[in-house]
């Protein structure tokens, strides 16, 4: 071998298998469960609220405007708790505010299962809505902050999955005690609510704190051991301990178990948000709020919440069968749900949130038009009959499949440590006014438009929601929470996209006549 050549060690066949996967971290993934069991409290509630408001109807003698009012009002409720959960995540820490969230839907849970009257029931709805407001914020942000990246997607899409979980138990619960006498049967559907929420208040305790929070506090050296167990090597702990000391204003070489930091982590929200954004903030800002906005907007809650009355429509007249009907849509939602957790880190957001919206707009235009036909007709027409069924039941689960779990999913993570309780915790406001005002007018609006064009306006509005999700989301998959904030700052700017997704090159060079030219494949 001549002077100064390299030595060339022979390869194995090992060398030239595929790097493999780093193994699911146990650790991470419990975490993520239990805080994601919080979302069972709002996916009960609003599952055994369409077939308990049958009985209630019945029982107290009620107008369809009081149902109306009754179903969403908890939707109107659950901001506040969104609000003041941001607050106390950031002063008690992640882990205590699931706690609480937990012990007001308790409170709310026995309160309605005792009602005797419709007031009473508004006032239990009033704890059970601001418990669900700090559900519906907490989980997302806390498992966020514990993923290791390569998995992030899956977990942070788990409250998603107990959500849908929580409606199909709902709806189960509907068709159990629906045989029960009419004044104790819509009482306990309400009020065994109640049983999840012991569960999750004792059970979370179990879980760490979130180390994002905890250096935000100063508290290296606990922050330190949590990372550990979470991340899928030490070198990614070292790695996320630095971004998160960064961003929180701690030297890097800082090695001390306690510190006190000068950012805190919180402040001047408002002013970062309102005032004086960014562009990246802004445009941060701006997609979440849309994306939460357009999940809700697109009509989830109302074949949700009024999916007996749907069935109605299309020609289904027992109760017992309506019921059933509806159980299928739980059903299929669940299941959709699981296959988006499996796909979200292989996929990508992006692809699979477009693909969602661009099913839900045929499926609700599917429905629009069965149901149209049906109300015109004065005969039985058995194939719209299960034309509209299958409406329902695509609908249920194009939207399962990608625009319920990512939106969740992609707020949570692209916010900066310095904004993300409180950023997300705006777009929970959304999220839930938006629902509140679905589910508060669908009744009234069906009467209007009719129900068939009350369907014709969600497609509408589900195909705005795709022309935003395409213009306005990059990309975050596999991305740190850290490096994402890079991915927005300009509303019409090429997204820096992962290659794995859409097909699209990040950055391509190209070498022509000598020069370097760089564009998406």
Request: net charge positive; hydrophobic share 45%; aromatic share 10%.
């Amino acid at each position: 071998m001549a002077e100064g050549e390299a030595t060339i060690a022979p390869k194995s066949l090992e060398d030239f298998d595929p790097p493999k996967k780093p193994k699911r971290n146990k650790f991470a993934l419990a975490c993520a469960i239990l805080a994601s069991m919080t979302s069972i409290l709002l996916g009960y509630d609003i599952g055994v609220m369409s077939g308990a408001a049958i009985y209630i109807k019945r029982d107290l003698k009620i107008t369809d405007v009081q149902i109306e009012i009754l179903s969403g009002i908890i939707n109107i409720y659950s901001p506040i708790g969104s609000y003041i959960a941001g607050r106390f995540s950031d002063w008690i820490g992640r882990r205590y505010t699931i706690v609480l969230a937990g012990v007001i839907f308790f409170v709310g849970a026995i309160l309605m299962g005792l009602s005797p009257n419709y007031t009473f029931l508004m006032f239990g709805r009033f704890f059970a809505g601001v418990g669900i407001g700090f559900a519906f914020l907490i989980a997302p942000v806390y498992i966020s902050e514990v993923s290791p990246t390569s998995s992030r997607g899956l977990l942070t899409s788990l409250p998603e999955v107990f959500l849908n979980g929580g409606i199909l138990i709902g709806y189960i619960s509907n068709y159990g005690f629906s045989k029960l006498p009419l004044r104790y049967g819509w009482r306990v559907m309400l009020g065994i609510g109640a049983i999840p929420s012991i569960f999750l208040a004792i059970a979370v305790l179990a879980m760490p704190e979130s180390p994002r929070w905890l250096v935000a506090k100063g508290r290296i050296g606990e922050a330190k051991k949590v990372l550990y167990k979470i991340s899928d090597s030490r070198e990614e702990a070292q790695q996320r301990l630095d971004d998160i000391k960064e961003i929180t204003g701690i030297p890097l070489n800082c090695d001390n178990d306690i510190v006190s930091v000068t950012k805190v982590q919180g402040k001047g929200v408002w002013k970062e948000l309102f005032l004086h954004p960014t562009p990246a903030v802004r445009h941060i800002f701006i997609a979440s709020l849309g994306i939460h906005f357009f999940a809700q907007a697109t009509g989830i809650d109302a074949v949700v919440l009024y999916s007996p009355r749907i069935f109605e429509k299309a020609g289904i007249k027992s109760d017992t069968n309506k019921l059933l009907a509806t159980i299928a849509v739980g059903f299929v939602k669940t299941m959709f749900v699981l296959v988006s957790t499996f796909l979200l880190d292989r996929v990508g957001r992006r692809v699979l949130l477009l693909t969602s919206v661009g099913g839900l707009i045929i499926s609700l235009l599917t429905l629009a038009i069965s149901l149209t036909i049906i109300a015109n007709s004065h005969a039985t027409l058995t194939w719209a009959i299960w034309l509209s069924i299958a409406a329902v039941l695509s609908y249920a689960g194009t939207f399962s499949i990608g625009s319920g779990p990512i939106t969740w999913v992609y707020s949570s993570e692209i916010f900066p440590l310095r904004l993300r309780a409180q950023g997300v915790s705006f777009g929970a406001v959304v999220n839930r006014l938006t629902s509140g005002v679905i589910s508060m007018t669908f009744l009234s609006l069906s009467k209007a438009i009719t129900i068939g064009g009350a369907f014709f306006l969600f497609a509408g509005i589900a195909i705005v929601a795709w022309v935003f999700h395409y213009t306005m989301l990059p990309e975050t998959q596999g991305k740190t929470l850290e490096e994402i904030e890079e991915s927005f700052g300009g509303f019409w700017r090429k997204r820096k996209a992962s290659p794995h997704v859409e097909g699209v090159n990040r950055e391509t060079q190209l070498s022509t006549n000598g020069q370097t030219m760089t564009r998406e494949d």
